[in-house]
């Protein structure tokens, strides 16, 4: 099972559900050119923390429902204009 993924700089969305489930992964580099994570796209993952680049502008529905282990979200440089329906919804190390 794979544990750490570094996205290429190219990539420009991460589809619906790409790493949902993966419950071994805790790294994951979001590159700075990602315009779109798609609904539940590392839910129910181990990630510890996660940087939104610019270009996001939407935090789709349930991206990272269930992400336990999730303590920071930081964003960098970002103008999220929405943050979707249980987006964060079961990150209890976030302690929101």
Request: net charge positive; aromatic share 6%.
């Amino acid at each position: 099972m794979v544990s750490k993924i570094n996205l290429p700089d190219s990539l420009v969305s991460i589809g619906d559900s790409a790493f949902a489930g993966c419950q071994k992964l805790s790294v994951c580099r979001i590159p700075i050119s990602l315009k779109k994570l798609g609904k539940s796209a590392f839910a129910e993952t181990f990630i510890s923390s996660a940087i939104i680049p610019a270009g996001i502008t939407v935090i789709d529905s349930e991206v990272f429902k269930g992400c336990t282990n999730l303590v920071t979200v930081s964003f960098n440089g970002t103008a999220v204009n929405s943050i979707e329906k249980s987006a964060f919804e079961g990150c209890s190390s976030l302690g929101l």
